[in-house]
């Protein structure tokens, strides 16, 4: 039961350039999304969220859109550094379960310098 | 800058035998969260834990999984008797509240079950 998904598993984005990872989720419940970066070896770290009252958040070089009509939401990350090279993960909660946090599958970001 | 720890950061078992793997959250945080991911996989939720009780849990949090604070700082995940499909890694979190509360992430127990 896939209610989070991230179709693309990997992405390679010139050093410089725009870094766009896609999002879309099937539960109407969901009203928060998380993007958490994910190192090898490393437990996944915060980067951004945002809440279903809003359509965009920004955080320095990263932000998160949200199309709730669509149940899609992005992540640009502009410029794209190589320290970007990771795993990144959607996430979502609903108000029923706040704790229970869905992730999706990931997709691996690769940053060429 | 606090963490989360986990330990062991690898644990071997042999099929049918207990583990417990131990965390310890943040220490102003009040809520406590297992997850596990197979390799290859996705992060799964497992189970979270807040006020000495077990909020939420998954369907994979079945009889063989329990959950524990048995003292002021550690909080641990037993799996009774482990079978193969049990070897992912496992990610203890805390979070001081729930929603708009970040979930901060231990580095994880590789658990191998042969």
């Known amino acids: 039961d896939q209610q989070v998904k991230q179709n693309s598993p990997s992405l390679s984005v010139q050093e410089g350039r725009i870094s766009i990872l896609n999002c879309d989720y099937t539960n109407s419940m969901f009203d928060y999304f998380l993007w958490y970066k994910k190192y090898p070896a490393e437990g996944p770290t915060f980067l951004i969220s945002?809440?279903?009252?809003?359509d965009k958040n920004e955080d320095g070089r990263f932000t998160v859109f949200l199309n709730k009509s669509a149940k899609h939401l992005s992540l640009h990350i502009v410029p794209s550094q190589p320290g970007d090279s990771a795993v990144y993960f959607c996430?979502?909660?609903?108000?029923?379960?706040?704790?229970?946090?869905?992730f999706g599958p990931g997709t691996s970001l690769s940053v060429i310098p | 800058e606090p963490e989360v720890t986990q330990t062991p950061s690898h644990q071997v078992t042999q099929m049918g035998q207990e583990v417990i793997l131990r965390c310890v959250p943040i220490s102003n945080h009040l809520y406590f969260y297992w997850y596990r991911q197979i390799l290859g996989q996705k992060v799964e939720f497992l189970v979270s834990?807040?006020?000495?009780?077990?909020?939420?849990k998954s369907e994979i949090f079945d009889d063989q999984f329990s959950v524990e604070r048995p003292d002021g700082s550690n909080f641990t995940l037993k799996i009774r008797s482990t079978k193969l499909e049990d070897s992912a890694m496992y990610f203890c979190?805390?979070?001081?509240?729930?929603?708009?509360?970040?979930?901060?992430f231990g580095p994880g127990t590789r658990l191998t079950v042969l």
């Open positions: 996430a979502a909660s609903a108000k029923t379960s706040y704790d229970k946090v869905i």
């Open positions: 979190a805390s979070s001081e509240g729930l929603y708009t509360d970040t979930q901060y």
């Open positions: 834990f807040y006020n000495n009780e077990i909020s939420e």
């Open positions: 945002i809440s279903s009252i809003k």
